[in-house]
């Protein structure tokens, strides 16, 4: 268990970063590394205690608390802490394709299940595992493993990000022959182009897929399956297929003057901003600088428009979320291990701060109107307050608008950040796979099979918009009921 009072003489000390106004002029990743001495120490710190609900990943009060991948923590920190970095990393990717994702994007669930947060800090997680595997790849052991037998089962994954990846990888592991389609120019989907280079370099993603297909994963990138290839022309050529194509239809605003020009989804703006950092855009269309810029929505993708926006030099950001403020801390009815539902300020509001000297973010408010220029530009928003109050019919609390509330904010970029409500229409369609009424794929009851022969699906598409945690820990579980279809039965753990 590392040193056994380790929890009780050291202070959790996480990943420093760069200051703000520093970091706001470039979109280099601004997290920086401890040196090893400190590292260990922060491993000490894991107690091993007698449940570690950080790798249960179960649900607590609805949200799932713990790692759904079921991470060896306490192993691995106990490796870290004795100086063995090689069986610490054997250890993590037992469970983990891709550490080197999660440790930089997950929000740690692990470390809202942590036992030392009962009553103090949790253990640095999140933080030691990317430094096991960015160790790994810095001392060469991150080598191809070419599976010595191949199985002669062709399988096909639709879409490329963290789900179709970790499906991918576990199967040719196994010794499948996996062809991974793409239809953006690079592999990695949301890995590559939905979340900003700052918080995921892009090198980090194509470091991962080299080494895949170093490994004999196949990639084909530009090509739209649905539209491109048909259902059965893919099934003419593979014994199985996964759709893995994510969750990616953006739930809009309604409202007078929709149509105006400098209204944007979330996902294409960060989309552009990032094929921009990597010197793929050449007319950037969708900027930031020099407007007024409100982000409709309180997430994690509100908060990456928050910090893409204010490195592209807005004049001003303003957040806006349809809620109440959460309390600062633990509410008697969110107890531990639960996934705490407190207010956190984020990087990008961080940065807000530094720059505009206030928090960006405005609670229980929402876009009631937007205002049009004469030539049809986007130059201002009527915004309007809102309350909760019990709907009659359902029960359900709704947000009400506060009669007088209005007030108009200029703004010629506006960005919706407000979720997203399922996989596209057009795959569902060419697969003849019905959609749940959540927008998702339907599957079988505890299975990830389709209706549609051979067919198989993880990650958003299946279950909805989440985190990249869970869409590796679908993938994984969907390569090993793929590979039980393939060959009967399966080894996989």
Same mark, same amino acid.
């Given at each position: ?105 997950? =929000? #740690?669930?692990?470390? $809202? +299940? ?5 009553? /103090?800090?949790? !253990? *640095? @997680?999140?933080?030691? %595992? ?31 990000? =963290? #789900?179709?990846?970790? $499906? +991918? ?5 196994? /010794?499948?022959? !996996? *062809? @991974?389609?793409?239809? %953006? ?309």
């Amino acid at each position: 268990m590392g040193k056994p009072t380790g929890f009780m003489e050291y202070n959790r000390r996480a990943l420093p970063c760069r200051a703000p106004k520093e970091r706001i002029a470039d979109f280099d990743e601004f997290k920086q590394p401890l040196e090893e001495s400190e590292r260990r120490t922060q491993a000490a710190r894991c107690m091993n205690c007698g449940v570690p609900f950080c790798q249960a990943g179960v649900s607590f009060g609805g949200a799932v608390s713990g790692c759904p991948l079921h991470n060896l923590i306490p192993e691995w920190n106990d490796e870290i802490y004795h100086g063995n970095a090689r069986e610490a990393l054997s250890r993590l990717l037992k469970t983990n394709n891709f550490p080197e994702f999660t440790g930089r994007v997950c =929000p #740690a669930l692990c470390e $809202a +299940a942590c036992t030392c947060g009962l009553e /103090g800090n949790p !253990v *640095t @997680v999140h933080d030691n %595992e990317l430094a096991i595997i960015e160790n790994g790849f810095a001392m060469g052991w991150m080598q191809p493993h070419i599976p010595n037998v191949r199985t002669g089962k062709r399988v096909a994954v639709i879409g490329s990000g =963290p #789900a179709g990846l970790a $499906a +991918a990888d576990r199967l040719n592991q196994r /010794g499948h022959l !996996v *062809t @991974v389609f793409e239809r %953006e120019k690079h592999p990695g989907g949301l890995l590559m182009y939905g979340i900003p280079n700052m918080k995921l370099d892009k090198r980090v993603v194509r470091r991962r897929v080299e080494l895949m297909q170093a490994e004999g994963v196949t990639f084909e990138t530009g090509i739209d399956i649905g539209r491109d290839v048909t259902y059965a022309e893919l099934a003419g050529r593979f014994d199985a297929i996964i759709l893995c194509c994510g969750s990616k239809t953006p739930r809009d605003l309604k409202a007078p003057g929709r149509d105006a020009e400098g209204i944007y989804f979330a996902v294409d703006y960060l989309s552009r901003a990032t094929e921009k950092v990597i010197g793929e855009a050449k007319n950037f269309a969708i900027g930031a600088k020099g407007k007024n810029v409100i982000i409709v929505g309180g997430g994690d993708t509100g908060n990456d428009c928050v910090g893409t926006a204010i490195r592209q030099g807005a004049k001003s950001v303003v957040q806006l979320e349809m809620l109440a403020q959460p309390p600062k801390e633990r509410a008697e009815n969110n107890p531990w291990p639960e996934w705490p539902r407190v207010c956190k300020t984020d990087y990008g509001q961080e940065e807000a701060i530094a720059v505009f000297g206030a928090d960006p973010r405005r609670y229980q408010t929402t876009v009631k109107e937007f205002l049009k220029d004469e030539n049809g530009n986007l130059c201002a928003v009527t915004v309007v307050g809102l309350r909760p109050d019990t709907d009659a019919a359902s029960g359900r609390t709704v947000m009400r608008e506060v009669e007088g509330s209005e007030e108009t904010l200029p703004c010629e970029l506006l960005l919706i950040a407000a979720g997203f409500v399922g996989c596209e229409d057009y795959v569902a369609e060419a697969f003849g796979v019905p959609k749940t009424a959540r927008g998702c794929l339907t599957t079988a009851e505890n299975s990830y099979a389709t209706a549609a022969a051979g067919v198989f699906t993880a990650g958003d598409c299946r279950r909805g918009q989440s985190l990249v945690v869970h869409a590796i820990a679908e993938g994984r579980a969907c390569a090993k009921e793929v590979d039980a279809y393939l060959m009967g039965y399966s080894n996989m753990i």
